[in-house]
């Protein structure tokens, strides 16, 4: 039997728990949430639904948690895509193993699987597994013979 809230995109959003944001804050100086609502924005810059942040330019070290829906696929592309300009995107993204976007995106970074279920604010405990996937530009490799 197949869990609804596994497939389920009625509320794509899922917010952050501050404990659980604090932890990547200590390890990142994060900038930008280039994903947030004014109310759970996690940064003092951030785009919203309004701003779509997924037409911005994301720069320096930016936190993401996307909408986990469709469209998150567009969302790992752009994370992706801004690390090769430079930019560090650290994404709390559902562990969707299974997924295209996974696959296209999520393993070209570091990938630290989450123990548990993560307690999302608003929501409680997820219907899924957590994973933290850090997009960082790549070192280009040494030169020599």
């Given at each position: 039997m197949i869990n609804p809230g596994m497939?389920?995109?009625n509320s794509p959003e899922w917010y952050t728990p501050q404990a659980f944001f604090d932890e990547w804050a200590?390890?990142?100086?994060?900038n930008l949430d280039v994903?947030?609502?004014a109310?759970?924005?996690k940064c003092a810059r951030?785009?919203?639904?309004?701003?779509?942040?997924?037409?911005?330019?994301?720069?320096?070290?930016?936190w993401m948690n996307p909408p986990y829906g469709r469209e998150i696929g567009a969302w790992m592309k752009k994370a992706y895509?801004?690390?090769?300009?430079?930019a560090t995107?650290?994404?709390l993204v559902p562990a969707r193993t299974d997924t295209a976007w996974w696959h296209?995106?999520?393993?070209r970074g570091d990938i630290t699987f989450i123990r548990g279920r993560l307690k999302f604010s608003g929501k409680g405990t997820a219907p899924f597994p957590s994973a933290v996937v850090v997009f960082t530009t790549p070192t280009p490799p040494q030169g020599g013979v």
């Open positions: 497939m389920s995109s200590a390890k990142f100086p994060f994903c947030a609502t109310g759970s924005a951030y785009f919203t639904k309004e701003t779509d942040g997924l037409t911005q330019r994301w720069e320096g070290i930016c895509e801004s690390s090769l300009e430079g995107i650290v994404c296209d995106y999520s393993m």
